[in-house]
């Protein structure tokens, strides 16, 4: 990947109805995980994942509804209004948003990468990603929010 295609860059984004808003400072070519599992196949959840430090909400804490199941450990946050769930917290790192790359002004993506995620074997995958660790993996991206070439 070249250095202009990912450029870190302040993109602005939120819900359908504009009630939420955020910015959240990641690189202009995303890299994307398009997860399998139950909600997010339900959803069509595809997204990124930065450390809380790189997200701000700039309004709408007041309009966000929070959705938990199973172990209860992702935050499915959207907007009360309109349904829109622009972003929310993984269980695979908590520490971390996913935030869903359609919901961002697009003036500010370059282009993305798309890498499946077996979230049906979640713990599974989680495992393997954790053997991996390499740069394209969930864990070594979402801890810095650049994959570790380009830290």
């Known amino acids: 990947m070249s250095s202009s295609s990912s450029e870190m860059v302040l ?11 955020y910015e ?11 997860c399998n599992c139950s909600i997010c196949t339900k959803k069509q959840n595809r997204h990124f994942i930065v450390p809380k430090s790189r997200f701000k909400l700039l309004k709408g804490a007041e309009y966000l509804t929070t959705y938990t199941f ?15 769930q622009s972003f929310y917290e993984p269980r695979s790192n908590p520490d971390g948003y996913g935030i869903m790359p359609h919901c961002l002004d697009p003036s500010t993506v370059t282009g993305m990468t798309v890498e499946d995620f ?5 713990e599974e995958s989680m495992a393997k990603e954790t053997s991996k660790q390499s740069s394209s993996s969930i864990l070594a991206w979402s801890k810095v929010g650049l994959p570790q070439d380009q830290a």
């Open 118 to 122: 077996n979230g049906v074997a979640w």
């Open 70 to 84: 199973n172990s209860h450990r992702a935050k499915h946050m959207f907007c009360r209004v309109c349904g829109v």
């Open 11 to 21: 993109h602005r984004g939120g819900c359908h109805c504009g009630e939420v808003a």
């Open 24 to 34: 959240v400072v990641a690189p202009s070519h995303l890299h994307v995980y398009n």
